[in-house]
């Protein structure tokens, strides 16, 4: 119901204003039909593997569902990529990945979207759960983190454009990963938002203000103009992937039947996950050359 309320007032607000504010681009002139077949491979293989991630501690990883979707998913994604490199308008160009910065950008933003989207459902599930917040409570007490990242993004992307990607991305992965590891050292079951979740929720904010924005323009910035919408297409799927591959990773640590662990420690077992995800994600993003073509604002 909060969402009706909230999405379509700003559907139409950009309606409104997209249609006086934006130019629209010249027409497609091919007439090359898309990969849908493509589309149907990619979609099954990551269902697949996202499936046998998360029922995998109920069902045994060693058991034959199990194995015999890893092993679909990897024949079905192999059979996307045969596909991707013979199709004349292909769901994912491979063309652009012979690009370092933008295959570097992309593999970061997987992995850091692993450690976001767990993160991010994982801590309103922490508040309602475990500190009995209600939804209206818990979504106010995780505001301060995005508030953050609106106030971070703009000049964080101006910075990247002068200084580079690679430090702006270490030290966003950084920030998120300590705020992360705060959660562990300092949250317990006695709600204490002040001094034990607020701090720990303005690193995070703090890390993916410098994170996030930064990555999607690493990811076009080595790129012709006329590339940059495909590009930016591959880094947002990029983002989806790792997301949906997280949010397995979450069923598995909080929400698997045979989990033995007390409700705070498998929190403080997702913390650590999405902490070391992303500072892997950091030093990913440090391989990516220091600066592109100065598209990065």
């Known amino acids: 119901r909060w969402a009706f309320f909230v999405n379509i007032p700003v559907g139409v607000g950009v309606l409104v204003f997209g249609r ?53 998913g990897v024949m079905v994604g192999a059979a996307f990529v045969r596909r991707s490199q013979r199709h004349p308008s292909p769901v994912l160009d491979l063309e652009l990945f012979r690009d370092r910065t933008f295959t570097l950008a992309n593999v970061a933003t997987l992995v850091y979207a692993l450690a976001f989207f767990p993160m991010l459902l994982g801590n309103i599930l922490f508040l309602t759960g475990v500190w009995d917040y209600s939804i209206m409570r818990a979504g106010l007490a995780v505001t301060p983190g995005p508030l953050v990242v609106a106030c971070i993004a703009g000049p964080a992307g101006k910075l990247a454009s002068r200084v580079g990607f690679r430090w702006i991305l270490l030290a966003g992965a950084s920030f998120m990963a300590a705020g992360l590891a705060s959660f562990v050292w300092r949250v317990d079951s006695s709600p ?24 999607g323009a690493a990811a076009v910035s080595s790129l012709p103009p006329h590339r940059y919408a495909v590009g930016s297409a591959v880094n947002q799927t990029a983002r989806q992937v790792g997301g949906a591959l997280g949010i397995a990773v979450l069923v598995v640590i909080v929400g698997s039947e045979s989990a033995t662990d007390t409700p705070v420690t498998q929190f403080h077992h997702l913390w650590l996950w999405c902490s070391l995800a992303a500072l892997v994600s950091g030093l990913i993003a440090t391989q990516i050359p220091a600066r592109g073509r100065g598209s990065a604002g």
Do not use: C, K, Q
């Open 20 to 72: 006086r504010f934006l130019t629209e681009s010249d027409p497609e002139t091919s007439v090359e039909r898309p990969d849908y077949l493509g589309v149907v491979y990619v979609t099954v293989a990551v269902a697949a593997v996202v499936l046998a991630i998360s029922e995998a501690p109920n069902w045994g990883w060693t058991s034959p569902a199990v194995v015999a979707l890893i092993a679909g």
């Open 192 to 215: 204490d938002y002040l001094t034990e979740w607020l701090p720990g929720t303005l690193l995070v904010g703090l890390g993916i203000g410098l994170s996030f924005p930064v990555l």
